[in-house]
């Protein structure tokens, strides 16, 4: 029990909360280096449903533990009773930052809900994003976010920055004064800037940014969800 709640502190350690979780670190490469599970054959009949890509492989991967036990590993034990954890892989900035393909980077400004963090991850991860990073205090590896993002922050690179550094990818902040989303191209490398839902972003990133793009919304409503505004943006792109 102590090292998963040390797992959960620990900034090289990821500690994935369900099958979901646990199915998708795996299949984009995870390094897992232990996994319990209450009812172990029910992971192998969830693989045949929803991952044949695993089935007949996870059962003999995890250690059978007593629910209750598995209750005590994590603040709110997954329905599908599977905790495990996995080495964080590390992330190349200057390598992300370079990719030449035509995707863009998600950069989170000073992010404040966990579970939103996670899900921009997942979007971004479905929308075959660069990479999501984020500055602020808030780590977007923190159990919460990795549950939120399904474990998807094993398929795209994941990381926390003091500040942004310079690069040749132009920088666009979504900000509602900008030019309406659809109307302006973008550049497929673009870094897209999101800030808060309250706040919006820094006076200093959007004198920063290259362009502002504004997401259109009916008359009255003031913001949308974190996750959702990542999620309209960027698949517009790939329409």
């Known amino acids: 029990m102590q090292r998963y709640r040390a797992a959960r502190r620990d900034r090289e350690l990821a500690v994935l909360e369900g099958f979901h979780a646990l199915k998708h670190a795996l299949r984009f490469g995870a390094e897992v280096s232990e996994a319990v599970a209450s009812e172990p054959e029910d992971l192998d009949r969830l693989a045949t449903e929803l991952a ?12 059978r533990v007593e629910s209750e036990l598995l209750a005590q590993l994590v603040p709110h034990a997954p329905r599908t009773g599977v905790v495990a954890i996995a080495r964080r892989p590390p992330v190349d900035l200057a390598r992300t930052l370079a990719d030449n393909r035509p995707a863009p980077l998600v950069l989170l400004e000073d992010p404040r809900t966990m579970g939103n ?10 929308a075959d994003a660069a990479g999501v990073l984020s500055t ?25 920055l003091e500040q ?63 996750a959702t505004a990542v999620a309209a943006v960027l698949f517009s792109q790939r329409l």
Do not use: K
């Open 136 to 160: 602020g205090d808030n780590d977007p590896w923190h159990p919460e976010a990795l549950r939120g993002a399904a474990g998807l922050h094993f398929a795209l690179p994941v990381a926390q």
């Open 52 to 63: 044949p890509d695993l089935a007949g492989s996870l059962a003999e991967r995890v250690t």
């Open 164 to 226: 942004l550094p310079e690069g040749d990818r132009p920088l666009v902040a979504i900000d509602p004064e900008g030019e309406e989303l659809g109307l302006a191209a973008i550049s497929p490398r673009a870094i897209l800037a999101f800030g808060t839902e309250r706040y919006g972003l820094s006076e200093e990133l959007l004198e920063r940014a290259d362009a502002r793009l504004a997401i259109p919304m009916r008359a009255g409503v003031s913001s949308l969800n974190l």
């Open 117 to 126: 963090m996670g899900a921009c991850v997942r979007v971004a991860a479905a």
